[in-house]
């Protein structure tokens, strides 16, 4: 099983450009959550999903949009990305109500 | 607002010593307390976790001690070793949370051989 893929790796934009990250889960969880991990901040929450075609606001959701079209797929938008946005994000997907997080290896993106 | 204060930033500690880390919550409707293990590109692991109906939980080197009235959980990693070096995050969540779990700012373990 291939768990939580995320695509890209790596991204670097510039001040004002979009982009869209991509999740993609094989274990037909229900949910999926998108976080952003700095130094010194642990990880916060963006956006997440309860099920196919529901999304909700995260602690930090300003300037992401998300949407879940598909139940293995989970979207982070950045519609206008500013030097904020520079950060590791990762993707989770867990089964049911406190059953174990499984994350993917990340995206690292740099704004400039 | 941080409602998870983890605590220390970073640590280093001798192989075979004991490792701790700890963390505070505020909200007392937190009912799930798990630690997850990062190591440098992947993404965090469960590590082990711990409800507050009891007071410790033991998984081989590692252990979670919960003290509910003082709203206080800590990681013991006994026997540390240099393959426990990695990045550790405590989280908590409310079972009717929509399954939001809140993390901790995280830990950085180092042991040395």
């Known amino acids: 099983n291939a768990g939580v893929t995320q695509t890209p790796k790596f991204r670097v934009l510039k001040t004002g450009q979009s982009m869209t990250l991509l999740c993609a889960q094989d274990m037909n969880h229900e949910y999926m959550y998108w976080y952003r991990q700095d130094p010194g901040m642990g990880l916060r929450l963006i956006h997440y999903s309860v099920g196919e075609g529901t999304t909700a606001k995260g602690e930090v959701p300003d300037g992401y949009n998300v949407s879940r079209l598909k139940k293995q797929n989970f979207l982070l938008g950045l519609e206008s990305a500013a030097p904020s946005q520079t950060s590791v994000y990762f993707c989770?997907?867990?089964?049911?109500?406190?059953?174990?997080?499984?994350f993917g290896n990340g995206t690292g993106l740099t704004v400039t | 607002q941080q409602q998870v204060k983890q605590s220390p930033q970073s640590l280093i500690v001798q192989k075979g010593g004991i490792s701790i880390i700890n963390c505070a919550y505020e909200?007392?409707?937190?009912?799930?307390f798990p630690w997850y293990q990062q190591f440098p590109g992947k993404g965090p692991a469960l590590l082990i976790a711990?409800?507050?109906?009891?007071s410790e939980k033991k998984e081989g080197r590692f252990t979670i001690s919960f003290n509910k009235s003082a709203k206080q959980f800590s990681l013991h990693i006994m026997d540390s070793q240099p393959g426990d070096s990695a990045t550790y995050f405590c989280?908590?969540?409310?079972?009717?949370?929509?399954?939001?779990?809140?993390f901790g700012e995280g830990t950085q373990l180092t042991v040395n051989p």
């Open positions: 989770a997907s867990r089964g049911h109500n406190n059953s174990p997080l499984h």
């Open positions: 711990i409800r507050p109906d009891v």
């Open positions: 909200n007392t409707a937190f009912d799930y």
């Open positions: 989280a908590a969540s409310r079972e009717t949370s929509g399954s939001r779990l809140t």
